[in-house]
């Protein structure tokens, strides 16, 4: 298998730590999926579902970052949907802001007008970034408080989750 992604597209947990990725079956690091949904070759639990995924991580979301648990649960079924075990389709996400590119109409652009299969097009135009100078600082002050505002969790929570979040993204990275 030669498809590779930075997250799990089980789970949706970052890859880019050393030793997240699970096993083939010959035992190479898989490129797709993390160790804890995925090992010498098949699924830890081939029965689990989307549902199950995102009750188990609502819970741990709801815990960690002190967010009203229905709302954890609905936002956590949102990042697994578009995943490859879900979609059944491997779909690139923005590099910046994580966004996934789910449409042709999703992707930015090359200089040249192709589209990007890196970047979105509200980051990412004709070969440069829309705010070339936005700092990772700048988008988490930015996005923290939406964050906040839109799960019902406390400002300071959804700072930390913004910031771990855009840690794994390469434009910050
Ligand atoms: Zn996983
Ligand atoms: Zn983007």
Request: aromatic content about 8%.
């Amino acid at each position: 298998m030669n498809e590779t992604s930075e997250t799990c597209q089980s789970c949706g947990m970052p890859l880019s730590v050393p030793d997240a990725r699970g096993t083939e079956g010959d035992g190479t690091p898989s490129g797709l999926y993390c160790r804890y949904c995925y090992r010498n070759g098949a699924f830890t639990e081939p029965e689990a579902t989307i549902e199950t995924m995102a009750a188990r991580g609502g819970e741990m979301m709801s815990r960690m970052f002190e967010i009203p648990p229905e709302r954890a649960e609905g936002f956590v079924l949102q990042q697994l949907r578009p995943l490859l075990r879900w979609s059944g389709r491997l779909v690139p996400s923005c590099g910046s802001c994580g966004m996934p590119l789910q449409d042709p109409s999703d992707a930015g652009t090359e200089a040249d007008g192709s589209r990007s299969d890196r970047y979105c097009t509200h980051c990412y135009r004709n070969g440069a970034f829309v705010e070339p100078d936005l700092t990772r600082e700048a988008m988490i002050a930015e996005y923290g408080p939406l964050l906040a505002a839109e799960l019902g969790m406390p400002r300071e929570k959804a700072t930390e989750m913004v910031t771990a979040f855009t840690a794994t993204l390469p434009r910050w990275r």
